[in-house]
């Protein structure tokens, strides 16, 4: 009993702060918000310091990789993850609610009349599709990179440096050293930062919970309820499974024993951005070498999202039942399946909000009226909790398969027990 409440005894702080948190929400309601601001200040701290921690989590493993062909191996089977795992999910997330209403007519007419049309910004009118990817991959100014807004600018440029460092060999190694003495001292503020955890996640819980009243729609209410199931099934079953391809026994022990910190940081903060510190920690105690957790985990946050991409099925499925669309042909589910891995990879790694690029692209290439914006939004918020938990721990299970895939069977010789 001492051994394991040595070993979880900041999980289990966490855990109670966030069920005093929960409890308060519900027995104060509306009033809890006022702790909102404790709970900003955790979240704002986190924040701050993910562009640095990104950077150079990211550039120093780049750079400490002993070959390219290992730093090649691995990108390649982080991306091959990431989209093997994404059409599993769209997939489940397409079954989940094709047989499913999740508009009443009566109630559909209803919302629809309730809509406000809110006219964009000329900036946003203007730009095409494609103008939107570019601005979203890049930035035109290196000091747009050391902004959250621009994560995934700040990724690509951070490989791009990364591989340029390694390529340059030893006449880099003073820059290597500064990179890995910065990125420790990094680690170190977020250590500070997470002695305030217990504090602002129960504040930030406690708003959270206090702000849902029972004035949401029935139709957004079923979507909630169907989405959560869902999220909790394949959090279980198929996080399961990979851990199990990944690992096999030894994995899936390995797994379960060290995700729920991810999985209370990811409930709590809602923001996968925020979950990085906790996320890279749970999957080296599972066996990951740092330097494919260090690259995974931070590329996983703008990259590979289970969450979001059932998130974005069920965001289409609504306007399709919405507005009355069929969905007759094999090209129709296709297109649904398409639009929802296309929208997926234009979700930024910042809390509820991030995902109107997504949005607007659902809208655009499914021919709805930019009215319909509102109700992917309220969708977004509802589904925000148990969307990150999957974004989060998904990015997890993907570093043992990715470690599976690049160091072999002999990588599960490294789990501990």
């Keep these: 009993m001492k051994k394991f409440l040595s070993n979880y005894k900041s999980t289990i702080i966490l855990l109670v702060a966030i069920i005093v948190g929960a409890i308060v929400g519900i027995v104060f309601q509306e009033k809890a918000t006022i702790l909102k601001p404790l709970g900003d200040i955790f979240l704002n701290l986190l924040l701050v310091v993910i562009v640095p921690l990104i950077f150079l989590t990211i550039s120093t493993s780049i750079a400490k990789m002993k070959t390219p062909k290992r730093l090649g191996k691995i990108m390649v089977t982080i991306f091959g993850v990431f989209i093997f795992t994404s059409i599993i999910a769209v997939i489940i997330g397409f079954a989940s609610t094709y047989f499913v209403k999740l508009v009443n007519p009566e109630d559909g007419e209803k919302i629809k009349q309730s809509l406000q049309t809110e006219e964009v910004t000329e900036e946003e009118e203007d730009l095409t599709i494609a103008e939107r990817t570019v601005n979203l991959l890049t930035v035109n100014d290196f000091s747009k990179l050391l902004s959250k807004d621009n994560i995934i600018a700040l990724l690509i440029f951070t490989i791009i440096f990364g591989i340029a460092i390694n390529m340059t060999g030893e006449k880099a190694k003073p820059v290597v050293d500064f990179l890995e003495a910065a990125n420790s001292i990094v680690n170190n503020v977020v250590k500070i930062i997470m002695y305030y955890a217990p504090i602002g996640l129960g504040c930030y819980f406690a708003s959270l919970v206090g702000s849902f009243g029972a004035s949401i729609a029935v139709g957004y209410l079923k979507t909630f309820i169907i989405y959560t199931v869902v999220a909790v099934l394949f959090y279980f079953v198929m996080y399961t499974i990979y851990s199990f391809m990944a690992g096999g026994k030894k994995g899936v022990k390995a797994f379960w024993k060290n995700a729920l910190p991810s999985t209370l940081t990811s409930l709590a903060t809602c923001s996968s951005a925020a979950s990085i510190p906790v996320n890279v920690e749970s999957s080296k105690k599972m066996g990951v070498p740092a330097d494919i957790a260090e690259t995974t985990i931070p590329l ?34 296709l297109g649904v399946l398409g639009i929802a891995l296309l929208a997926n990879l234009l979700v930024t790694a910042v809390p509820i909000g991030g995902g109107t690029i997504s949005e607007m692209l659902i809208i655009t290439m499914m021919g709805y009226p930019v009215a319909a914006l509102p109700i992917l939004t309220m969708i977004a918020t509802i589904i925000d909790p148990p969307a990150t938990m999957l974004n989060v721990v998904g990015d997890t299970v993907s570093s043992m398969m990715v470690t599976r895939v690049v160091d072999g069977k002999e990588w599960t010789e490294n789990i501990k027990d």
């Design 300 to 333: 996983g946050t703008s990259f590979h999202k289970d969450g979001s991409i059932i998130g974005s099925v069920f965001k289409i499925m609504f306007l399709v039942c919405l507005f009355g669309t069929t969905l007759a042909t094999t090209g129709d589910i």
